[in-house]
């Protein structure tokens, strides 16, 4: 019996190093770029962190040169401005949420894909409805007008003959 243990044991330890070898081999193989590469990432988020810190450098410098209560003042308006930002990114997330419920509604069913077209964060609540309901027209019209050029059929040619019996004659030798 142990010999059986032994063996199943050694076995589970090379199945998994064979794994940790592959996984290792594969994670080698999925980091490997060239120096110019690395160096190119490198220039781009050096050029990120500088842009970065001259931001707050140059943020740091103006509050200093501020008094306190314009400071305070300027911080105020900062924080305000942030606010603002937030709910309109809240109600941008709300309005689209709505849309999509309108979207579904069988009167304005429409691809919800579609609703990336507006702009949640700039339209007004009491415009969604009737952009959604444009957009269905829209579509629908162009959902309308591809079907009828493709289900269009080109008109059979028709061969005129000055008699019967050329057209006879021609559709004989057709037959040959």
């Known amino acids: 019996m142990e010999d059986n243990s032994m063996v199943s044991s050694t076995e589970t330890e090379q199945v998994v190093e064979t ?7 594969e ?18 988020e050096r050029s990120k962190m500088e842009e970065k810190y001259a931001q707050e450098k140059s ?12 400071r305070k003042e300027y911080e105020f308006q900062k924080e305000r401005k942030e606010k603002e930002e937030a709910k309109a ?32 964060k700039t339209i007004k609540a009491e415009q969604v409805e009737e ?15 591809e079907v009828n050029n493709r289900l269009k059929e080109t008109t059979p040619k028709t061969v005129f003959g000055s008699n019967n019996e050329s057209t006879k004659s021609n559709i004989s030798r057709a037959s040959y």
């Open 131 to 145: 952009t959604i309901k444009n957009i269905k027209i829209v579509f629908d019209s162009a959902v309308e007008n």
């Open 19 to 25: 794994t940790q070898k592959t996984q290792i081999e």
């Open 89 to 120: 990114e809240l109600n941008a997330y709300k309005l689209k949420d709505e849309a999509i419920k309108m979207a579904n509604a069988p009167e304005t069913q429409v691809d919800v894909s579609l609703l990336n077209l507006i702009d949640f």
């Open 59 to 70: 943020e740091a410098e103006k509050l200093a040169k501020m008094k306190e209560d314009e």
């Open 27 to 44: 994670t080698q193989k999925e980091k490997m770029y060239s120096r110019s590469e690395v160096n190119k990432m490198l220039s781009a």
